[in-house]
């Protein structure tokens, strides 16, 4: 049968040694992919060669796939995970290559992996997640979410059976992008995608809360952007009656923050946080903006970057003291871009001081505090006017994001307050109550709020 390429070419790109990998023993193996297979077991290089030769031979739709597979089973001795590190491997590292119908195939390939309940199945659904797109209504982007979503409902039994925690993941994801797609009208398709997101996440509240609840205090925060909507009211009135105190002291683990952010950006932000040195810092800002955040649409992903920045990039001491470009500078600059966006904005703050609200030395990180608290402290001088939006927002969040439980949200902020002092983030909190620059009503709110707690 004729064979397609599943990857698009490009002339001014270097080949992925991965990819080349892939069609060198699909090329040299091609032969043995098709009936009647030997009957000698393959040494465990030849086994590796048919993997990808294998994974080629689906992606370009050669021969019959199912025959494939078939084969596939009949070589397999490590559950699976070889072949599914491939198709990781290609998630990661080439999804953006590949073309169409390859893409329907890949899907087929992961569908086959969760029916034999293969080793690193959770790794190869995350992945895929992560390609999901913000702020993007193309219609590749769109028809991802919803092969996805529908993966996800179909294959429910078997994922609650053997992947558990990778149903919080799609639920961390499809909230978040529920939220977006519902401010989106007049594109048919995605119509179709948020009926979809909406039926998962409400099987997930309805029929796993406990497992829904792992997520943490985050599971809050995306859920309050959809009590809007009519299906989301009675979950929000059901968790606000629970002790929802007890969700606020969860804290998120930072592989749901990942889930938000395409690799290619996570790379991208590693390498801004980890290497750039202030002052040579601009052209790569303005690479980031071109490449990531080109159009208003896309200014929603501010929101899952900084609580990315705030929950995962935590700089080591040595980065810290040199003059690479701080946390706080980077979402400063990000804070600077959505400040004319009155949806994004408000979200941006709330997701940098949401750990702030419920802090707790014990098991809260203060560098997920730091950058704040920094971008407040060193804006005093030449951008007060950043200090006195932030430091208003915070009060602001201490007063009104739950008033059943203020005490505890005026606990938290002031316990992260105390602690940044402590660790030796600011010298003193008098660089606050005592400067000049800020208001002198939110000077005084601040140190009624440390003093009370």
Not at 151 to 175: I, N, Q, R
């Amino acid at each position: 049968m004729e064979k397609g390429k599943p990857f698009v070419a490009s002339l001014h790109e270097v080949e992925n040694q991965f990819e080349l990998s892939l069609r060198q023993a699909f090329v040299s193996l091609e032969s043995k992919l098709q009936p009647p297979f030997s009957q000698d077991i393959p040494d465990p290089q030849e086994f590796l060669e048919l993997s990808r030769a294998i994974v080629y031979a689906v992606l370009c739709n050669y021969g019959s796939c199912e025959t494939h597979i078939k084969h596939l089973h009949a070589l397999v001795t490590d559950g699976y995970a070889f072949f599914t590190s491939l198709l990781v491997g290609v998630v990661v590292e080439l999804y953006g290559k590949l073309v169409d119908s390859a893409k329907v195939q890949l899907l087929w390939l992961t569908k086959e992996m969760i029916d034999v309940s293969s080793v690193g199945l959770e790794d190869l659904l995350v992945s895929l997640l992560r390609r999901i797109g913000s702020g993007d209504y193309g219609d590749q982007n769109v028809w991802l979410c919803y092969e996805l979503v529908s993966l996800f409902l179909d294959k429910w039994g078997c994922l609650l059976e053997d992947v558990p925690l990778v149903l919080t993941s799609a639920l961390y994801s499809f909230l978040r992008l529920l939220a977006d797609h519902c401010r989106v009208s007049g594109i048919p398709k995605l119509e179709n995608v948020k009926r979809l997101e909406m039926k998962f996440c409400v099987k997930m509240f309805r029929e796993q809360l406990h497992l829904s609840l792992k997520i943490g205090r985050d599971l809050v925060r995306l859920l309050q952007d959809l009590v809007h909507i009519s299906e989301f009211k009675d979950i929000w009135n059901d968790l606000v009656c629970s002790d929802i105190s007890l969700i606020y002291q969860l804290k998120t683990s930072s592989r749901y923050f990942l889930l938000r952010i395409t690799s290619e950006m996570e790379i991208q932000l590693r390498f801004l946080l980890g290497n750039v040195k202030l002052g040579s810092h601009k052209r790569h800002q303005i690479w980031f903006l071109n490449k990531f955040l080109l159009g208003p649409e896309k200014q929603t992903l501010l929101i899952d970057i900084v609580r990315f920045i705030c929950c995962v990039v935590h700089p080591t001491n040595e980065i810290i003291r040199s003059e690479i470009m701080p946390r706080w500078a980077v979402i400063g600059w990000f804070l600077e871009l959505c400040k004319q966006n009155h949806h994004v904005e408000p979200r941006f703050k709330l997701a940098l001081f949401y750990d702030w609200l419920f802090f707790d030395e014990k098991i809260d990180s203060i560098m997920n505090v730091e950058p704040a608290a920094l971008l407040m402290l060193w804006s005093i001088p030449q951008y007060p006017h950043i200090t006195h939006s932030l430091l208003e927002f915070l009060l602001h969040l201490v007063d009104n994001y739950d008033k059943t439980r203020r005490d505890m949200i005026m606990r938290g902020v002031a316990s992260a307050f105390r602690e940044i002092e402590r660790k030796g983030v600011v010298q003193s909190l008098d660089m606050f109550l005592s400067n000049p620059e800020i208001a002198p009503d939110l000077k005084k709110k601040l140190a009624n709020l440390l003093s009370c707690h």
